[in-house]
Structures are given as structure tokens and as C-alpha cells.
């Protein structure tokens, strides 16, 4: 523990920079307040003519708004009538997914040995779409976080719709309101690990399916490569929150408040108390009701004013969605707490202290296959920071990623939020259709960090997509992300001794109180009672006070008298919404502010006083070495430089002659593809991992020792019939016309011609600028 006069310097300056963090964060909010106000103002225009218009006209002009108001009022109650109708008939009915495809269940995992309530469904095509059975299958596993499943798939443009078009079969993992009797998170990972196989079997001829996981669903995808590294093909996690510590801090606006709910809150306690009031079973609505905080404005006005200012047109957009925003799935305890405590809190996912059904630690260095990471710097539930981080705490390095022969790639949104990520129809056709059409491109990629690069391009009278892609140093993304250098997150090392400490506490002086006086039926009123399902069957034909509510709508579409938006008081009306959306976003601003501050302020201390030196006694087993030859790894690939055969030569002439450029392009991944394919009998046979294996290996070699790499090729092939056949597939790809369509520079074609020398003999030894070494950037 730290001396008392360094313990209090230390809280002194963690004060003075919280109070000047705060400072700013108000003065931007009230900035951002300002301006929205202004510029609503200025574009309410001039209404000084309703001042100076007869007496006539302006009860004209009052009147007709007056009965428009009226008449949008009505049909507003009646769209909150229906939503609570549609409410009660999907509780009734179960729940069922909202998919927007028709469907057959292949798998009901509450079959299973150890029951689940998750089951496999296979997308059945719409008419006109035709599926090659061969191609690779699409598994898409949807987030458990209080809604129901179905988002991937909820209209035509979506994760479901573009993978159907582009011709692949899909499957999708969806999961019912109530959890099984004593099920665990563990046992659902076993279950989707069964799913994955019974796929496998229904497209024996096809590649291993891609699995595609929605927020809750990246970890969930992730955890089932970990641990069945064998059976999977790429992983896609879309707003995964993998690192739930991460987030940015002191960049100017606070915009990750969710990473500071768990501190707050004490921990992991209130969702145990909250499983035990609920019977055994968390209410999922406790999380919907977490997600719509974040929110005020459009919580509390924006998405209702919207429906009441285009009364006309805008419930059946509404209605939609609402038919999975009131969809509400329970938890056991079991789950909750293990999801509270191994991720939320306790962050352990990617520390590998998270052991499986089988007992071993899920380590995602396991993961043989490329991670696609897809996150938005919009996204304030899971900002880019928790999607990337895990990459960092799990390689350190980039030169590790490639020692594994991993292929991981980030692609970056610039605006849009969480669930646009999953729903947005702009996004499912431009992001979502682009992994899809280039994930067996991404897998020809050499290990390495990318960074995937879309680009609209007009053509043809229409926009076209060009992908490309950029290798990226993992030292260089996470410094970018982390202005701080993460030092904030050690604050949350102090919330997770502080939430065992509670849990503990809970578990020894309440928890047998509450689950003693707790019932089936007193936990389902309690569930009836919660407000946001209140607020949904309070208003529907359950309330014999608005019986009047459907024959007056009627009365109203049939006689409606609606004034343009560009009437005066209908822009009054839209500039005093504003206000109003702006005040409660002023609001949040203040509140987020003030508790990040509380937070910094409790646990920056709790961290300074206690947990200092734990701290920087583990950072220092973790730190690297400052010369990246002394990494584990790098010296285990050069003392291999002599070793291999055949396929390690291959492997290190393509390292060797990789172009230093800053983009990829895509049609250049594609053709290499094609060439490859036509010299198929004079490449190695290898498996895919076993490809990116031996390539990530030799890409060390090449980048510490490009010189000892090249006068050590012969040694890999001392076998002349293996050096005969080298050369012949380098002669071959020379005189091959294509190959000056991949562009080679001047300095790639002069490393070509020596190591045709190297290997025939006839080299003068001596060393082109060309094969300097590489600083690994490219």
C-alpha cells in the first residue's frame, strides 16, 4: 500500500483532473444545447405574419391546425392503442421471433441432454431467391439482452436478406422467453456447439460455416470458436462488446456511459437481487429499460413525437418495431450472474479465466479462423474501444497475430448507432452485403491486423461498392483508440474488488431472505407491473376506458384534414420539440457527466489507495520487451529460419515480395486468388490455417531477417525435384500475363530475380535496397 503523502498527492490530482473533465463535458453539452436552440430558431423563419393577417384569416389558420392537432392526437393514442395490442398478442402467442423470412426449426435445444431454450431454425428463401446448397452456410446467433431474437432477419435488407441473395444457405439461432430449469450460459455455448455441427452435416460438400454474432451474440460466437475451433469458418461479431472496460475517456464528450452502470450500481449484486425478486428468473426488461436511459430525449419524446408530427404515414414503421423493442426475455440467475460477473464487471473473457463446459479455459487465441470486427464510432453501447481492445489483451502484439497465423479485420462506421448496426437498411446493403461478398477473399489475406475500407463509387448511373484493404500495426490501432493509454480502466479493477466484496455480502445476509419469501406468482405480478410493460397493455383494449379510442380513429381517417408541415404553427409546433428533444439531451449530458465523474472520483481512489501495486506488479509480468526480437515467438520463428520444406519456401517468397502499399485493393486479393487456383498442382496442399500458419511465421522471418531469409531458401528446398518444381512455378508466374496486372514495383521484381538466382546459383550475393528490412508497417 501506498505511503499516506503519496496516497494523497495521487487523489489530490485525480480530483483536479475529474473536476477539469467535468468542466469540459458541461461546457460542451451546454454548447451543444445552445447551438440546437439557436439553429432552431433561426430555421423557425419569420412568423410575424400571424400577427399582422385579419382576424378572419388567422382563425382560419388556427382552426385548421386546431383540428389537425386534435386529429394527429387521436390517431397517435390509437397507434399506442394497437402497439399495446400487438404487445398482448405476441405474449400470448409466445413470442414468436420477428423474423421477416419464413423459417423451419432443424434443432430444439430444449431436446438436448442438457435442455436450453435455444433452437436452430433454416431460413426458407423468398420466391425468386435462389440458395446453392454447396456455397457456404451463414449461422447468425442474435443478442440475448432483454428483447427477443429475430433483428439479423427483421426486414429484406438485413444481415439474413443480403447472405440469401448472395446465394448461401441460412441458419439462424433464436431462443424463447423462458429459460430451462437450471441452465447456464455454459450449456447454451454446448448447445449452439451442436447447432454448428448439425450444420456442418446438412452441407457436407460446403465450407465451415460462417458465424455471424449480433452484440450479445459476438461473445457468444466468439466463446463457440474458442472452444470448437475445429467446426467453425469466419467469425463476424457486429457491436460486440468484448473489452467491457473500454470506452473514451477525456476525449470530449463522455460518450460511453454504459461502462460506468456496473461501479455505480455496486456491482453485480442488483442483478442477482433483481433474478431472486423475479423467482430464479431476471426480467429482461431491467435491460431494455438500462438501454432506453441512455436516451432521454428519444425515450421520453422524440420517437412519439415523430409518430404524432406524421400521424399519416409513420405507425406501421412504428408498429414494426415496437413488435421487438416490447418483446421481453427472462434469464435464469445462473446466467445472469455468470454474464454480470465474467464480462460486465469482471471483464475475464478475453483474460482466458473463463472455463468451459469441459472445464478448460476459453482462450480466443484458439480461433484458428479470420475475425471480422464490425463497430461504429456512433455506437454508445458498444463503442469501438470494448470491439477492439480484447485484440490487444489477447495477441499484444502484431507480430503474435501472425506468429498464430490469425487474420483479424475492423471494420469502422463512422455515425451510426448500436442498433442501427443490426437494423439499418443502408448498412445491411453496404457493410453487411460487403463482408459477405469478400469473407473467402478475406481468408486468402496473409496474417495480420487489417483495416477494411469501403468506398462508393458512382458508375453505370447507379453506386458500386470498391473494397479494399489496409495492414495495420496493433500497437498503432490501440494507442489511436486510447488517447489515455487505458489508464482509465484501472478504475474498474477497483469495481470489480468492490463487486465481489458486495456479492458476497448479498449472498450472505440477504439472499436467503428474499429467496424465502419469494414465489412463482408474486414474481410473475411483479413482471406484469414493470413499467415498460405497463405503459404497453395500460394502453390497449384491456382498458375499457378507450373504447371510444377505434371508432374515433376511424371517424378521423375517414374525414382527415391535415395542414402541410410548412404551415406556421405546424413549424412552432416542430421548433418547440426541439426545445424540448434538446433540454433532454442537455439533461442526459449533465447526468452522464456527473456520473462519470462519481465514478472516477470513488473508484480512481479506490485504486490509488488499494490496488496500485497489484496492479503495476501484473502490468510488469505483462509488459513486452522493448526490442520485439526478444518476443517469445519472434525468436522461435528465427531460430526456424533453416527449417521447412517446400510450402515454408512458398510462404516466405510471398512474405518476401508482399508490396509496400498502404491499400489492398480487392480485385488484386481476387486475381492473386485465380492465379493460384491455376497452378494448383505446383502449390503446397494445406489447409487453410495450416496456410496462415506457415505464412504468418515466415512474415517474422522476413520482416527481423530479410537478408538471412533469402540465402537461406535453398536449405528449404535442398530436395532438387522441390527446387526444380519452385523454380517452375516462378517461371511460370512470370511469363504469365496476368501477373503484371497485380502492378509489381520495381524493387519486387528486383527481389524475384535474386531469389531465382539464390536458387539456381548463380547469385552475386550481393544485396539490393530492396530486401532492407522491413519495419512491418506495410
Not at 30 to 51: C, N, W
Not at 54 to 61: D, K, S, V
Not at 280 to 297: C, Y
Not at 520 to 533: D, G, K, V
Amino acid at each position: 500500500m501506498k505511503k499516506p503523502a503519496e496516497t494523497l498527492s495521487t487523489s489530490r490530482d485525480i480530483a483536479m483532473k475529474i473536476a477539469g473533465v467535468f468542466t469540459h463535458r458541461y461546457d460542451v453539452a451546454q454548447q451543444k444545447y445552445r447551438d440546437r436552440v439557436q439553429k432552431t430558431v433561426t430555421g423557425l423563419g419569420d412568423l410575424s405574419a400571424l400577427a399582422t393577417t385579419t382576424p378572419w384569416q388567422a382563425w382560419q389558420t388556427w382552426g385548421s391546425y386546431a383540428v389537425d392537432a386534435v386529429q394527429r392526437s387521436i390517431l397517435f393514442w390509437d397507434t399506442l392503442r394497437q402497439r399495446g395490442n400487438v404487445f398482448r398478442e405476441r405474449e400470448r402467442a409466445g413470442l414468436p421471433p420477428v423474423l421477416h423470412f419464413e423459417y423451419e426449426t432443424v434443432m430444439d435445444g430444449r431436446t438436448l441432454d442438457r435442455p436450453v431454450n435455444y433452437a436452430l431454425l433454416r431460413i426458407i428463401p423468398p420466391q425468386g431467391v435462389l440458395v446453392d446448397a454447396s456455397r457456404r452456410p451463414y449461422l447468425i446467433i442474435d443478442p440475448r439482452a432483454g428483447h427477443g431474437p429475430g433483428i439479423g432477419g427483421f426486414k429484406d435488407d438485413s444481415q439474413v436478406g443480403v447472405a440469401l441473395r448472395a446465394g448461401h444457405p441460412v441458419y439462424f439461432v433464436i431462443f424463447f422467453p423462458d429459460p430451462e430449469p437450471g441452465q447456464t450460459l455454459l450449456d447454451v455455448c454446448e448447445a449452439e456447439a451442436a447447432f454448428v455441427r448439425r450444420v456442418r452435416e446438412l452441407h457436407p460438400d460446403s465450407l465451415k460455416p460462417a458465424i455471424v454474432g449480433n452484440c450479445q451474440g459476438g461473445w457468444a460466437a466468439m466463446m463457440l470458436a474458442a472452444a470448437n475451433p475445429e467446426d467453425t469458418g469466419p467469425i463476424v461479431i457486429n457491436g460486440s462488446p468484448m473489452s467491457y472496460w473500454g470506452g473514451a475517456w477525456q476525449d470530449g464528450e463522455g460518450d460511453n456511459p454504459m461502462r460506468y452502470a456496473g461501479g455505480m450500481l455496486g456491482g453485480t449484486w442488483l442483478a442477482s437481487l433483481a433474478a431472486d425478486l423475479g423467482a430464479g428468473k431476471f426480467d429482461g426488461a431491467w435491460l431494455v429499460q438500462n438501454f432506453e436511459s441512455l436516451n432521454l430525449a428519444n425515450t421520453f419524446w422524440d420517437k412519439y413525437y415523430h409518430v404524432y408530427a406524421n400521424a399519416d404515414t409513420e405507425p406501421p414503421r412504428f408498429l414494426d418495431f415496437e413488435r421487438w423493442w416490447g418483446g421481453f426475455y427472462l434469464m435464469n440467475r445462473e446466467e445472469i450472474e455468470w454474464i454480470t460477473s465474467n464480462l460486465f464487471v469482471g471483464n475475464r473473457l478475453w483474460s482466458g479465466a473463463v472455463r468451459s463446459k469441459q472445464n478448460e479455459f476459453f482462450d480466443l487465441r484458439a480461433i484458428k479462423t479470420p475475425i471480422i470486427l464490425f463497430a461504429s464510432m456512433g455506437d454508445n453501447i458498444t463503442p469501438p474501444q470494448q470491439a477492439f481492445n480484447w485484440v490487444a489483451d489477447v495477441y499484444g502484439s502484431t507480430d503474435e497475430i501472425k506468429a498464430r497465423g490469425q487474420v483479424i479485420v475492423g471494420l469502422l462506421h463512422k455515425d451510426i448507432g448500436h442498433l442501427g448496426i443490426f437494423v439499418s437498411g443502408r448498412v445491411a446493403k453496404k457493410e453487411h452485403a460487403q463482408i459477405v461478398s469478400v469473407l473467402k477473399t478475406i481468408e486468402l489475406l496473409p496474417p495480420g491486423l487489417y483495416g477494411m475500407k469501403i468506398e462508393e463509387v458512382k458508375r453505370n448511373g447507379g453506386v458500386e461498392y470498391e473494397v479494399g484493404f489496409e495492414e495495420k500495426r496493433l500497437e498503432e490501432i490501440t494507442a489511436r483508440l486510447n488517447p489515455t493509454k487505458r489508464g482509465d480502466e484501472r478504475a474498474f479493477e477497483a469495481v470489480s474488488a468492490i463487486s465481489d466484496f458486495n456479492q458476497r455480502a448479498y449472498e450472505l445476509f440477504l439472499q436467503p431472505l428474499i429467496q424465502a419469501t419469494m414465489d412463482n406468482s408474486t414474481a410473475e405480478l411483479m413482471r406484469t407491473l414493470h413499467p415498460l410493460r405497463v405503459q404497453r397493455w395500460a394502453v390497449s383494449d384491456l382498458n375499457p376506458w378507450l373504447w371510444w379510442l377505434t371508432p374515433a380513429a376511424a371517424a378521423v381517417k375517414a374525414q382527415r384534414q391535415a395542414v402541410g408541415k410548412e404551415q406556421p404553427l405546424r413549424r412552432a409546433e416542430k421548433a418547440y420539440s426541439e426545445v424540448i428533444s434538446a433540454s433532454l439531451d442537455f439533461c442526459r449530458d449533465l447526468r452522464d457527466a456527473l456520473s462519470e465523474a462519481a465514478f472516477f472520483q470513488t473508484y480512481g481512489n479506490l485504486f490509488n489507495v488499494y490496488l496500485t501495486e497489484r496492479h503495476e506488479r501484473q502490468a510488469q509480468a505483462r509488459q513486452l520487451p522493448a526490442d520485439p526480437r526478444e518476443l517469445p515467438f519472434v525468436k522461435q520463428a528465427l531460430a526456424a529460419i533453416r527449417e521447412g520444406g517446400y510450402p515454408e519456401a512458398i510462404a516466405r517468397i510471398g512474405a518476401l515480395l508482399t508490396p509496400g502499399e498502404d491499400r489492398i485493393p480487392l480485385a488484386r486479393i481476387e486475381l492473386k486468388a485465380e492465379m493460384a487456383a491455376d497452378y494448383e498442382s505446383l502449390l503446397p496442399a494445406l489447409s487453410a490455417e495450416e496456410r496462415r500458419r506457415i505464412r504468418g511465421e515466415q512474415e517474422i522471418i522476413a520482416e527481423f531477417e530479410p537478408e538471412l531469409a533469402l540465402q537461406t531458401l535453398p536449405a528449404l528446398v535442398s530436395d532438387p525435384a522441390d527446387r526444380a518444381r519452385l523454380l517452375t512455378f516462378l517461371a511460370q508466374i512470370v511469363a504469365d500475363k496476368r501477373f503484371m496486372r497485380v502492378q509489381p514495383t520495381r524493387e519486387q521484381l528486383q527481389t524475384l530475380d535474386r531469389i531465382r538466382e539464390i536458387l539456381t546459383g548463380t547469385g552475386t550475393g550481393s544485396r539490393p535496397d530492396a530486401t532492407a528490412r522491413r519495419t512491418g508497417t506495410q
